[in-house]
């Protein structure tokens, strides 16, 4: 079993910045892709931005240039640097992580989600 615990959420102004971070931890061989996904009110859930263990990134059209993702594979953490933060912007955003369990097969796990609120 792999546990995302995410932490870095909070409420702030238009223009300003936060940083998320997801760590797993638990019973796995090792962490592939790492991403982030936000649903905000009235949403479907979106993929926000997404790193694989080799450190290739993608981004939504909404967030490039003002969102940065990156991982620390020792730590098998994830960040997400924000700048530049829109109203738009609220959501709670979820870390998503695809592991390699002991039984040699794959899973998706998710964090329980942090609320960002980007007041204008």
């Known amino acids: 079993q792999v546990q995302l615990v995410e932490s870095g959420g909070g409420l702030v102004q238009a223009g300003g910045s936060l940083r998320l971070s997801c760590a797993a931890s638990?019973?796995?061989?090792?962490?592939?892709?790492m991403g982030w996904y936000r649903q905000g009110p009235g949403k479907q859930r979106e993929l926000v931005a997404r790193?694989?263990?080799?450190?290739?990134?993608t981004y939504a059209d909404s967030v490039k240039g003002r969102f940065t993702i990156s991982r620390d594979n020792a730590k098998n953490t994830v960040y997400l640097q924000m700048n530049s933060l829109k109203p738009e912007d609220t959501a709670v955003y979820y870390c998503?992580?695809?592991?390699?369990?002991?039984?040699?097969?794959?899973?998706?796990?998710w964090g329980q989600g942090t609320r960002v609120t980007v007041s204008s």
């Open positions: 638990g019973s796995f061989i090792s962490i592939n892709a």
């Open positions: 790193i694989t263990s080799g450190d290739s990134t």
């Open positions: 998503n992580a695809d592991a390699l369990r002991y039984s040699y097969t794959r899973a998706d796990y």
